[in-house]
């Protein structure tokens, strides 16, 4: 393998006990741009880092209509453009919400991110839950979570080659085939869960992997459920985390501190909105601002302190090294929620820190 290009100095051996890999998820907040509105200089960048490096993985996921998560509607085009800057870093949809398109359009879409990337592409789907999000597909908000399997699996078939059976413009039914064929053979593919066990075993028993979060579950409460993917006949588990770390604790606390309680707020309105995964749905502007401070401050110190990579790397490694017990094999940092973009950039080194995860040999 060829040595990282300068100025990157890093190692790019793989890390021996868990794989690590770069997650995107910005919010499209007018007052974060870049300088000259370059929204896109940090998934750019990092996922030079990451390529040069030796990261599993860069993911960026499919969201609509809403600044949370806004900067990236199609990551389709996010991974293209991604394909067009690496070399050996995989490519993957963190996620593709599969009730909002056909199939065959998946299927072509990342056939070519694919080929760009020399057969770099790989999915995660999912289901959807905020109901904006189906004004491209109203009909399917119902029935969103069987559409997700059914979708994934003929996703899967087209990508092999097999035809599926369409109605054309005049009504006739046509056996149609994705063009251009893809460069792997098998297209690896996740099942994107926020926590629901029903998920974890669906997966499992496609024999498709699990991205899932800490949001609403504990290291406790995803060992079990790991545990239920496994017995149904699942494999790779992939956990997403916000990550900043430093060399220094307080320091770290009080620099993330902005950035991650206004990026936990503005999901706030979404994640008690959506009825999520059964939840009772709860209207935002019902609650007192003092509330809704108090549930932002709360969610603050849980991640800092349990729910995330978030302080020194030895702090960190302890939270990596629980993931692994409890069956995790890859954790996706989640690196873009709002700090500045030469933050984020000059403090990657230190997530390589986490590599000796699982090592026997190595001890805090």
Known sequence: MSPAPEPLRVDPAPPPGIDLSLFYFAADDPGDREPGGDRYRLLLDGARFADAAGLAAVWTPERHFHPFGGRYPNPAVTGAAVAAVTERVAIRAGSVVAPLHHPLRIAEEWSVVDNISGGRAGVSFASGWHAADFVLAPEAYADRRRLVLERAEQVRRLWRGETLTARDGTGAERRVRVHPRPVQPELPIWITSA?????????????????????GQDTDDLARKIGEYRAAGGGHVVVM??????????????????????????SLGLLLGSGFDGRRRVDPASLHPDDVEFLVRRSFERYYDGGGLLGTPAKARRTAERLRRAGVDEIACLIDFGLPADTVLAGLERILELRDVGDARVRD
């Open 195 to 215: 926590g629901d066990v029903r998920t974890f075993r669906a997966a499992g028993a496609m024999g498709a992997g699990i991205l899932t979060h800490l949001l």
């Open 241 to 266: 985390v916000h990550t900043y770390l430093g060399d220094d604790e307080d320091r770290v606390r009080e620099l993330v501190r902005a950035p991650l309680t206004r990026y936990l707020r503005q």
